[in-house]
T-cell receptor, first 109, second 114 residues
Framework: AQRVTQPEKLLSVFKGAPVELKCNYS??????LFWYVQYSRQRLQLLLR??SRESIKGFTADLNKGETSFHLKKPFAQEEDSAMYYC???????????FGQGTELSVKP | DAGVTQSPTHLIKTRGQQVTLRCSPK?????VSWYQQALGQGPQFIFQ???????QRGNFPDRFSGHQFPNYSSELNVNALLLGDSALYLC?????????????FGPGTRLTVT
């Protein structure tokens, strides 16, 4: 079964510290992986996708097919990074997003 | 462009009742997906509509049904409401049904079943 696992419900770091939000997945084909973010009182929005291989707001994520992981990283956390982060993948039929349970990132001053 | 809009914002219903939620996609988008997000959980896919037909469906009972109109707006209907249907219902639109396109989410409708 296709599944996305985010092992941490809450991650708390100090401003300027490195951040890594973990995401593991199980999937039988070639998935497309995404990170979505929801800031306080805002709607869910796309942060980045693995096919773009780009850095957004200082965040990067590398797809590791051997470890079936797609961890989100940022070298120096900022207070404005505090939000809910969801890892997601699409199945082979396209369109349907399968989400993890989410990790709340709290960046303290 | 207001992006994806949903109505109503909040809704309170009684067990056994029926509810209809509405979604207008972002301008230029023809594909609409619905998700259920229970408290403390990630969104769960309900179904997706494209060209007025249900393209994909998640693991939800037949009590959950939908419709897409010629202007691409969509409705989600839930019959015989259960307490467990209490959740945030999210609508997302995209310019194509394929997964490589970004899905844009609406603010959600908070449904409470008492």
């Amino acid at each position: 079964a296709q599944r996305v696992t985010q092992p941490e419900k809450l991650l708390s770091v100090f401003k300027g510290a490195p951040v890594e939000l973990k995401c593991n997945y199980s999937y039988s084909g070639s998935p497309e992986l995404f990170w979505y973010v929801q800031y306080s009182r805002q709607r869910l929005q796309l942060l980045l996708r693995h096919i773009s291989r780009e850095s957004i707001k200082g965040f990067t994520a590398d797809l590791n097919k051997g470890e079936t992981s797609f961890h989100l990283k940022k070298p120096f956390a900022q207070e404005e990074d505090s939000a809910m982060y969801y890892c997601a993948l699409t199945d082979n039929q396209g369109g349907k997003l399968i989400f993890g349970q989410g990790t709340e990132l709290s960046v303290k001053p | 462009d207001a992006g994806v809009t949903q109505s109503p914002t909040h809704l309170i219903k009684t067990r056994g009742q029926q509810v209809t939620l509405r979604c207008s996609p972002k301008s230029g988008h023809d594909t609409v997906s619905w998700y259920q997000q229970a408290l403390g959980q990630g969104p769960q896919f309900i179904f997706q509509y494209y060209e007025e037909e249900e393209r994909q469906r998640g693991n939800f009972p037949d009590r959950f049904s939908g419709h897409q109109f010629p202007n691409y707006s969509s409705e989600l209907n839930v019959n015989a409401l259960l307490l467990g249907d209490s959740a945030l219902y999210l609508c997302a639109s995209s310019p194509d049904y394929r997964g490589s396109y970004e899905q844009y989410f609406g603010p959600g409708t908070r449904l409470t079943v008492t």
